[in-house]
C-alpha cells in the first residue's frame, strides 16, 4: 500500500510541475515584433567592428614586424659592410647548411654543429675570438686560423662574400 501511495505522489508532483511549466511558458511576455529586427543589424554592426579591428590589428602587427626586420637588416649592413640578401645563395653554394641549421636557408639543417642563428647575441665566435664583424668575417673564411683545432673547415667562401653571410647572420 505505501508503495503505491509514493508512486501517486510522485506522480502527482511531476504533473503538477509540468503543469507550473505550461503556465510560464503561457505566462512569458513575447518580445515585441519591433525589438526583433533592431537586435540583428546592432549585433552585426559589432560583429563587424570586431573583424576590423582583429584585421587592423593583424596588418599593424605585420607591419611592425617588417619594419623591425628592414630595421634590423640595415643595422646588419652597417656594421659589416656586407649585404644580407646575397648571403641565403652563399651560405647554400659552400655548404654551410649540411652542418649547421640557418634559420631562413632551405634545406639547412644540418646538426653537426650549433645553429646559426642571434649571432649578434653572442660574446664570442667559436668560443675563441670576441664577437664583432671583423672576427665573425675572420672566423667564416678561416677558422682554423683562430682555431686551429676547430672542426670547422675552410670552405672557400671569399672575405667579401663572408661579410655578406655576416650581415646576414647579424640580421636575425
Ligand atoms: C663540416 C661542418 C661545417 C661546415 C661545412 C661549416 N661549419 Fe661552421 N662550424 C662548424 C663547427 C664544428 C663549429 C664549431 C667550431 C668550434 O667551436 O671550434 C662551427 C662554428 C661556426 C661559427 C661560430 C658559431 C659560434 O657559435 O660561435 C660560425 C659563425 C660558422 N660556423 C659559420 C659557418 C659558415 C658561414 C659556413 C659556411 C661558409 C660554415 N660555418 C660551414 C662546422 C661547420
Not at 128 to 152: G, K
Request: positive net charge; charged residues 20%; contains cysteine.
Amino acid at each position: 500500500m505505501r508503495g503505491r501511495t509514493l508512486a501517486r505522489l510522485l506522480l502527482g508532483g511531476l504533473l503538477g510541475w509540468l503543469a507550473g511549466r505550461a503556465d510560464d511558458a503561457a505566462d512569458a511576455v513575447p518580445p515585441p515584433a519591433a525589438a526583433m529586427p533592431a537586435a540583428r543589424p546592432a549585433r552585426r554592426l559589432w560583429l563587424l567592428a570586431l573583424g576590423t579591428l582583429l584585421l587592423l590589428g593583424t596588418a599593424g602587427a605585420s607591419g611592425a614586424a617588417f619594419m623591425q626586420r628592414q630595421q634590423d637588416a640595415e643595422l646588419a649592413r652597417a656594421i659589416t659592410g656586407g649585404e644580407p640578401d646575397r648571403a641565403p645563395a652563399l651560405l647554400i653554394r659552400y655548404g654551410c647548411g649540411g652542418c649547421h641549421a640557418i634559420p631562413g636557408v632551405p634545406g639547412a639543417d644540418g646538426r653537426v654543429a650549433a645553429p646559426l642563428a642571434k649571432l649578434r647575441e653572442r660574446v664570442y665566435v667559436g668560443g675563441v675570438t670576441r664577437n664583432t664583424a671583423d672576427n665573425l668575417v675572420a672566423w667564416i673564411v678561416d677558422p682554423r686560423a683562430l682555431s686551429p683545432r676547430s672542426a670547422m673547415p675552410v670552405t672557400g667562401i671569399t672575405p667579401a662574400e663572408a661579410r655578406d653571410v655576416a650581415a646576414y647572420l647579424y640580421a636575425r
